[in-house]
């Protein structure tokens, strides 16, 4: 059992950048692997990228590959989503998510949620 929940979000003009951070609680952080998930309205939720326990793999999606950059740091429970040339069509929701299994690009392979931040990228 772990419980997230994402801070960073806000309001951005295009090209610009936030970084995103997930607090995980609990003492077992280190044994999940961690992603981030996104969702617009109206659409469906899309992986965005993801990283192995001990932070020596990472899985990006191909529209914020070498924008996006993700994070972990096991000491302080915290995962971090770094987002630089921010374009409009990153505007959704951002979810950080955990799982016990191998790191898939696909919602249904994921154990915990947390309960959003939204990003909002202007033109």
């Known amino acids: 059992q772990v419980q997230l929940v994402e801070s960073g979000g806000g309001l951005v003009q295009a090209g610009g950048s936030l970084r995103l951070s ?3 609680s609990g003492r077992t ?9 996104r969702q617009a309205p109206g659409k469906e939720r899309e ?26 740091d096991n000491a302080k429970n915290t995962l971090y989503l770094q987002m630089n040339s921010l374009k409009p069509e990153d505007t959704a929701v951002y979810y950080c998510a955990a799982t016990i299994g191998i790191i898939v690009q696909t919602m249904s392979a994921w154990n915990y949620w ?6 909002t990228v202007s033109s």
């Open 29 to 37: 952080f280190s044994t999940y692997a961690m992603g981030w998930f």
């Open 47 to 72: 992986f965005v990228a993801a990283i192995s326990r001990s932070g020596g793999i990472t899985q990006y999606a191909d529209s914020v590959k070498d924008r996006f950059t993700i994070s972990r």
């Open 22 to 24: 997930c607090a995980a």
């Open 114 to 119: 947390g309960q959003g931040t939204q990003v």
